[in-house]
RNA sequence: GGUCCGCUAGCUCAGCUGGAUAGAGCAACUGCCUUCUAAGCAGUAGGUCUUAGGUUCGAAUCCUAAGCGGAUCACCA
């Protein structure tokens, strides 16, 4: 239901499309020639390979049946239809059952055209529908790392990415602030820190918050060692480490309100946010709205007693309740203990609610790692049995882990790259790079560090960014993130190169502003094929909205980089006579520049205008 | 063991709603800075698309099975 209403907004924008036109002609040849009906759907147009002449290729294999004839024949036909009607088609070529078309000249400089003059390209019409992406959901015993990245850059370009696609979009943060976790961090500070504070140790707030949760760990572990030299089991020596019942101890505090407890609670966290804020702000994303689970945790008991009532849950003996998710393929999944307290699921379910209530979402996206696809399989499956309205537009974007060559990340064993860390050696690496090049020359030293800023974070949010969300992906701190070939960098530095061009351009007062596509009168290869490209970019943002994936668009803004740079070293611009080329070459590369500027945007990185 | 995910060049990845001789980048090698930024361009070399069956005019792509790797299957979050 909702494509369809989304296909009828959007429809009237798409400013021209030859491919429709073209599919038309071929739905209009088969009526003519074949006297047969084909639906447009039925119909699709394939790029033509390099080697072959022509910019689209109808494949006619699949309507010999309809034809009754070779496929030479029955693309022969087709093709001189399209020749004679369809006012794109300048000619065609047909290698077995390919029918490979060529366009002429004036399309190219219409499409060209078209797309320079609309102000909002790269930007969908509003489709009505509001959507929220919640991502980070960090947790506050410790600082974020490799892994919060790629989710915060993930959800941040998605974010943006629906927002293009005309989605009202609201992003959300599901902050982690209360727990067992939380606990041992206070607890190993309450022993060791003798006061210690930001400002008294120089730590950012939310590493010194991490430091006592590694030290718990270490103490935690002495504990058990200790333990079981007296004889316990190791079982039971992880359950009776007196620093363990000492952070449950704490929890129970917590939760009863305790004074002390929930004062040291609201000082570790403010400088845990203190720290996160400026990670946040480094890494350029930003948030809506903020749940904290504090407030969240005791959701969802009323949604619990609805789906008895339902009977979409059913009680166990001991009062625990449970939901059957057997006819489903999944399991049996608790949703209350026994002893009426919550577990992760009921406050999900209450927090899904919530945000629904907040915003009338139509959908909602949660930008969680996969090692949570049954937990939201089983989520999602429940708000869809208690027929929630929004049940239908649930969606896990589930990305895989980034992997160390050492194995698993584990923040208790410090086994971490820390994003803090991270996000400065890449900004150094970016600032020696540009210096042994020798690239600085003219900048003030404060240009200098706001574009190493750019480069270094461009360089890092692309290589995160790049790579298809769903595969878990390997991260060797060894050896360093590239900035030559499929980078940030790269596509950074084409926009760069363009800019200078149109720098020296208003410097010339040469006039491509206004340029309409009149005056040219042959379009070379390297310019078609860039219009191609800057064409294909508002279907690139459908496709990356409808698939949750700026990995399509980060794919394309290389390719349209790689296009942009084989276009420069092709063909002259400011070399060139005609000033009509010239004006024409100045402004597809402006309008290449803008379409890299917007692209890279919707990943969250930045594009400097000289490197 | 059940369920889910992945496997494409030495490495990192595209391609997966079936279409022509499977593409990029890195690394290696060869050219190109007295024309607009060489973080670039052009080229060489590199592949039994994990394996075995099947579906069909046609399979890296769809189906089945196997192998390898990972995740998950808590009254943790």
């Known amino acids: 239901m909702r494509t369809f209403a989304f296909f009828a907004v959007k429809k009237p924008v798409i400013i021209m499309n030859i491919q429709e036109n073209i599919i038309q002609g071929i739905q209009l040849a088969f009526q003519n020639i074949f006297n047969h009906d084909l639906s447009l759907d039925q119909i699709s147009l394939a790029p033509t390979r390099k080697e072959f002449e022509g910019t689209y290729t109808f494949v006619v294999f699949p309507f010999l049946k309809v034809s009754r004839t070779t496929p030479e024949n029955t693309a022969n036909q087709i093709g001189e239809y399209l020749k004679e009607n369809v006012a794109e088609v300048a000619d065609f070529n047909v290698v077995k059952g390919f029918l490979n078309l060529v366009l002429n000249e004036n399309s190219w400089l219409d499409i060209f055209a078209k797309i320079y003059a609309n102000p909002n390209f790269g930007q969908l019409p509003a489709n009505g529908q509001k959507v929220m992406v919640e991502y980070s959901s960090p947790n506050t015993n410790k600082p974020l790392h490799l892994g919060h990245l790629r989710n915060n850059f993930l959800g941040y370009s998605v974010a943006e990415i629906l927002k293009a696609n005309g989605y009202e979009v609201t992003k959300a943060n599901l902050v982690n602030d209360r727990g067992i976790h939380i606990c041992k961090s206070m607890v190993a500070y309450q022993r060791f820190a003798n006061g210690e504070t930001p400002e008294s140790s120089g730590l950012k707030g939310d590493h010194l918050a991490g430091k006592y949760y590694v030290l718990f760990d270490q103490e935690y572990k002495k504990q058990i060692k200790e333990l079981m030299a007296e004889g316990q089991t190791e079982e039971e020596a992880k359950k009776n480490a007196p620093i363990l019942l000492e952070a449950q101890e704490m929890l129970r505090k917590w939760e009863a309100n305790d004074e002390a407890i929930v004062s040291l609670w609201k000082q570790m966290n403010g400088w845990v946010y203190e720290g996160f804020d400026a990670s946040y702000k480094r890494m350029g994303v930003d948030f809506d709205k903020t ?126 790259v820390d994003a803090d860390d991270l996000m400065q050696e890449m900004v150094d690496t970016a600032a020696a790079h540009t210096k042994e090049l020798g690239k600085i020359e003219g900048f003030t030293p404060e240009q200098a560090t706001e574009l190493y800023e750019i480069l270094g974070l461009g360089a890092l949010k692309y290589f995160l960014l790049k790579v298809d969300p769903k595969k878990r992906m390997l991260f060797n701190p060894q050896e360093s993130i590239e900035f030559q070939g499929n980078t940030g960098p790269f596509i950074q530095y084409s926009h760069a190169r363009i800019a200078s061009i149109l720098r020296k351009a208003d410097q010339l007062g040469v006039d491509y502003t206004n340029f309409d596509g009149k005056g040219i009168e042959k379009v070379e290869e390297s310019e078609s094929s860039l219009i191609f490209l800057l064409n294909d970019f508002e279907k690139k943002i459908k496709q990356a909205g409808d698939d949750y994936s700026p990995s399509i668009l980060a794919q394309y803004l290389f390719d349209l980089a790689k296009e942009y740079n084989r276009f420069y070293a092709d063909l002259p611009i400011f070399n060139e006579n005609d000033p009509a080329i010239l004006a024409f070459r100045v402004a597809l590369s402006a309008l290449t520049a803008k379409t890299i500027k917007k692209g890279m945007s919707l990943l969250g990185i930045a594009v400097p205008e000289r490197m």
């Open 291 to 416: 749940y904290y689970e504090s407030n969240t945790y005791l959701l969802g008991k009323d949604i619990v007693e609805e789906g008895l009532k339902k009977e979409v849950f059913f009680k166990k003996d001991n009062g625990s309740v449970w939901v059957d998710l057997t006819p489903e393929g999944l399991d049996e999944k608790l949703v209350l203990r026994g002893d009426g307290t919550s577990v992760y699921i009921t406050q999900d379910m209450g927090t899904a609610d919530l945000k629904y209530d907040d915003f009338k979402i139509d959908k909602s996206v949660y930008v969680v790692g996969n090692e949570q696809d049954y937990h939201f399989d089983v989520l999602f499956k429940i708000m869809q049995k208690l027929g929630r309205p929004y049940g239908p537009g649930l969606y896990h974007l589930s990305y895989g882990m980034v992997d160390l060559p050492t194995g698993k990340m584990k923040s208790r064993e410090g086994t971490v």
